[in-house]
């Protein structure tokens, strides 16, 4: 069944975190009778638990509805793009696959600093634009004002923005028609060769890795060897179809639609975001523009709490590397933590996101080490390495210079809280590039800051000085030298590898005080004093002692009620197995934890 | 014949001390403590019909409480009657609890005449001020002439100490150790204090209307008062317990090495045959099984070879004496040392390792647990 390509709208929605794009989605597909109503659970794009819990939508998964308007059917994909500056690529994959955008802004709180950068991300791809304004339900929705924000902001006509409300499903029509009448019909032509870009996979048990796909030119039916153009891998195709949003098989899919392919691919990642499927034979020459590998930009050590469950997480990894290209991980053996595994996210959020999985759906208790990011280090031999492991870092007299990667991030606040920002921005070393008052109540703040000041908890600084009403995205700069020191934790005398990070000369002192402090109050009283010392270079810069136990025993036993003591000592047994032992010290779990959260304002 | 001792449960005091969290009620009358002993007696008959003190010989008797003084001599008499007459009870050491507030002598000479020959007095501290902060009846005078009293009486003499008490200091160790001694005192108990959940003394603290030792601080004023009875001769040959050489409590001893004892009265504990039981803890429930003809027990545990060897490590580990490796050999069949090698390097320190025993070195024992979880 083929459908004409005028009557095809493929678009995405975009928004800030929270200004209810997930809702409205859910909103307009039971408008189109997409979803019978009794499946219609709240935020049915956001598959996964976690996603729902948190409310923001991370996997993509695009939608195929019909829409009846004045006599004529019409089909709509709506492409559902990720909401987090850790996926920003994949954003833009997505963006690539649509013709246009809804961008909804939340009438009360207005334009934030992802309604921003995902505007322009658009705006980039040549996307056709819908402004709406959403939660006017809210009493304190303030939709005139949040228009003239759109105009005076983005340059976007706001005169004609439907206002919505996504929970109430109110206002909907209007948007639709605007779909139908303002945004393009898809471009392409079925006679071309094939080019199909990938702007998602998952794993599918029994089908492999489906790539989902937009059609730019040529079809692509079961049957068909396709290429992928950035692996030079060839596969036959068993099934194409579309998202409706079960899998329904078709046919054909041709240029201008959006479904996805089967061709009994064993790994994701040899289906790339990003990269172009042609056909094997009579192929194009041509990719599509904009591949680029995944690249993890933040990397931390993951171990089982129970060093004897290596091979569940082993096995839990590979299972969500199967769905999730973009995980990286490789094993690494640290003296503190035992075998595990050094892991590379896109970001913090994907990060979280992996490690509650693993918990969650695996059932392991973890230990993580602090997050870090790649520094190159340029050796007196002239030798140029990446370091993402503290461990790693060569010794100082063997390092020539350091470099390390720089964000530009944008922070949007209302106007009283500039300086807390500026103060936490200077204390992360921030540079000041511009400041923008955007209208009287919203200010743009524009800093280039260390990633590896970012990955110190920046998000929940940010978020308790200014009460939440910040935001902030960034995006890489590129890298910048930069003088840094690797501070180690010795206890009882011994460097303890899982708790050195890499850090600036200047902050050194400060945060070796502060874990030194944290550590003390986290470490128990063990039958010895420990000293926890923090060291640059061999040299201690600060020291705390953890005393020695003084009293641990259970003394009443008045006529001989033993069985009681037994399960105390029972209890204490079974603390003493989640402890690491490091050394002759006794470490919690906890302890790794501490310098993940160091500059929080407690 | 095996030994057995024999712990009889009075749960009533004239009123509750502050920090106590035990099974005891505020005695309301006479009445109620002649109910309480006629089924203590009809306990001791249905122990005797299961059997319980067959093949035995009763080798200490143990009263507690609560504070068994209260009880009017002729009730401990109709006690130890049924007993005599359902058991065969050859005791060597028979001790009662008192509280130096409800003791005269005439009753000190009965029970003695009855065969008690040892005294455990609740003396607790010698500071007037602190007796008052934690509800005890009795002041620094009554206790000393408590004591004088059980002196003439010709019964062997146990005080007890609690450190970390509201108002103590290192002067009230050293004036309670030299007050007490000047007396034929041979045994020495003495605790921290813990504070129980509900307990009137444990809502004080939280409320910062009275103030405790933290954990440090009492085992200050514990090693004080260790190091005092020490020069005057005793032996800390238990975490909580001090005795002159020879006068080790031996009824209480029995929990350390496991030897059995039966336990009658409201929630008393067991260990007859490798099985743990208690009598259940509500007056009604323990009236209303022993008025239907069966034992009030609830069983706590049948300890297998292994719950009976991680019981006998956790406990020897208490004592002086430590574990005898060739008694540790003979009953589990393992070279001591050998299987717990690791434990044993990783505590070189702490431990007093000998040809014939493994003991923890003195002033390691208020850190026991650390210790011992490593054995277990």
């Known amino acids: 069944m083929h459908f004409d390509k005028s009557k095809i709208r493929n678009f995405c929605i975009v928004a800030h975190i929270d200004h209810g794009k997930s809702t409205l989605a859910d909103c307009i597909m039971s408008v189109t009778d997409t979803v019978a109503p009794r499946d219609a659970q709240p935020q049915l794009l956001d598959s996964m638990d976690l996603e729902r819990e948190r409310g923001i939508t991370i996997k993509l998964t695009p939608v195929t509805m019909k829409y009846e308007y004045e006599g004529e059917t019409y089909l709509f994909n709506l492409i559902d793009t990720p909401g987090h500056v850790d996926f920003t690529y994949e954003v833009s994959r997505s963006l690539k696959a649509c013709d246009g955008a809804i961008l909804i802004v939340d009438a009360s709180q207005g334009i934030e600093a992802q309604t921003l950068t995902n505007v322009y991300l658009a705006l980039d791809n040549n996307l056709e634009i819908i402004p709406v304004i959403n939660k006017i339900d809210l009493p304190s929705a303030r939709p005139d004002e949040v228009k003239k924000e759109i105009e005076d902001v983005i340059g976007l006509d706001a005169k004609d923005a439907p206002l919505v409300s996504a929970k109430l499903c109110t206002g909907i029509d209007k948007v639709l028609e605007q779909v139908i009448h303002l945004l393009p019909q898809p471009q392409g032509d079925e006679a071309k060769p094939l080019k199909a870009l990938i702007f998602d996979s998952y794993y599918d048990a029994y089908k492999g890795a489906v790539s989902i796909v937009r059609i730019f030119d040529g079809k692509v039916k079961a049957g068909d060897k396709i290429k992928m153009m950035a692996t030079g891998k060839v596969y036959d195709v068993t099934e194409v179809g579309i998202f409706t949003p079960k899998n329904t098989a078709l046919d054909e899919l041709a240029a201008g639609e959006v479904g996805y392919i089967c061709a009994s691919i064993k790994n994701v990642a040899d289906t790339k975001v990003g990269d172009t499927i042609t056909l094997a034979e009579n192929g194009t020459k041509e990719p599509l523009p904009g591949f680029k590998e995944a690249q993890p930009m933040v990397f931390s050590g993951v171990y089982p709490v129970d060093g004897a469950r290596y091979d569940d997480l082993k096995d839990a990894l590979e299972k969500l590397k199967l769905n999730d290209a973009s995980l990286m991980y490789e094993p690494e053996v640290s003296q503190a933590l035992g075998f595990g595994f050094r892991c590379g996210f896109l970001g913090l959020l994907h990060m979280d996101i992996i490690q509650e999985r693993l918990e969650r759906e695996f059932d392991l208790d973890l230990i993580t080490t602090a997050p870090s990011v790649e520094y190159i280090v340029e050796k007196t031999n002239g030798e140029r390495i990446i370091v993402s492991n503290p461990s790693n870092l060569p010794s100082s007299s063997e390092i020539d210079h350091m470099e390390e990667p720089v964000v530009k991030a944008t922070l949007l606040t209302p106007p009283e809280f500039v300086g807390p920002i500026m103060e936490l921005c200077q204390n992360k070393r921030g540079t000041f590039i511009n400041m923008t008052y955007l209208d009287t109540s919203r200010v743009s703040l524009v800093y280039d800051i260390p990633l590896n000041e970012i990955v110190y908890d920046f998000f929940d600084t940010l978020k308790s000085r200014t009460k939440g009403y910040a935001s902030l995205d960034y995006e890489i700069k590129g890298y910048e030298r930069s003088s840094l020191v690797k501070l180690d934790i010795m206890l009882n005398g011994e460097i303890c590898d899982a708790l050195s990070i890499i850090v600036h000369k200047d902050r050194a002192y400060e945060r070796g005080r502060r874990i030194a402090e944290k550590l003390k109050d986290v470490i128990p009283r063990q039958l010895f004093e420990v000293p926890i010392q923090a060291a640059v270079g061999g040299k201690v810069i600060a020291r705390e002692t953890v005393k020695a136990v003084r009293k641990d025993v259970l003394a009443k036993c008045y006529g001989g009620d033993i069985t009681r003591k037994k399960k105390l000592l029972e209890k204490q047994k079974e603390g003493k197995k989640r402890m690491r032992q490091f050394g002759s010290v006794e470490l919690p779990s906890e302890a790794f934890l501490t310098i993940l959260k160091l500059d929080s304002d407690d | ?376």
């Open chain 2, 1 to 376: 014949m095996k030994n057995l001792g024999v712990y009889v449960h009075i749960p009533f005091c004239l009123s509750r001390c502050a920090y106590c969290d035990f099974v005891s009620s505020v005695l309301k009358g006479d009445a109620s403590i002649c109910t309480y002993v006629e089924h203590i007696q009809k306990e001791i008959e249905l122990l005797a019909q299961n059997g319980v003190f067959k093949n035995r010989v009763v080798d200490t008797v143990y009263f507690g409480g609560g504070t068994p003084s209260l009880l009017k001599t002729r009730y401990f008499r109709s006690i130890l009657e049924t007993l005599r007459l359902n058991s065969r009870e050859e005791a060597i050491e028979m001790t009662f609890e008192a509280n130096p507030a409800t003791i005269d002598i005439e009753q000190l000479q009965e029970l003695k005449s009855m065969g008690f020959n040892r005294i455990s007095l609740g003396v607790q501290s010698l500071n007037d001020k602190t007796l008052k902060a934690i509800n005890r009846r009795h002041n620094a005078k009554e206790a000393l002439e408590a004591i004088e009293m059980a002196q003439k009486a010709g019964l062997s003499i146990s005080v007890d100490l609690m450190v970390g008490l509201p108002y103590q200091t290192n002067e009230d160790i050293k004036t309670f150790v030299d007050e007490v001694l000047k007396f034929d005192v041979k045994h020495v108990s003495v605790y921290m204090l813990s504070l129980e959940e509900g307990t009137p003394l444990k809502a004080l603290v939280d409320s910062n209307k009275i103030k405790v030792s933290d954990d440090d601080e009492k085992v200050e004023l514990f090693d004080y008062a260790s190091k005092l009875l020490k020069e005057k001769g005793f032996v800390r040959y238990e975490v909580s317990n001090f005795s002159k050489p020879g006068f080790e409590a031996k009824h209480n001893f029995k929990y350390w090495t496991r030897d059995e004892y039966i336990g009658i009265g409201l929630n008393a504990h067991s260990l007859i045959d490798e099985e743990r039981f208690y009598d259940k803890a509500t007056f009604d429930e323990y009236y209303k099984d022993l008025d239907e003809g069966r034992l009030p027990h609830v069983l706590e545990a049948k300890l297998d070879k292994d719950s009976i060897k991680e019981e006998y490590i956790m406990l020897a580990l208490r004592t002086n004496q430590g574990i005898i490796l060739k008694d540790y050999f003979e009953k589990f069949g393992k070279d001591f040392i050998e299987e717990h090698k690791i434990a044993v390097h990783s505590h070189e320190k702490e431990l007093n390792i000998s040809q014939n025993s493994i003991s923890i070195k003195e002033e390691y024992l208020n850190v026991l647990n650390q210790i011992v979880i490593d054995f277990i």
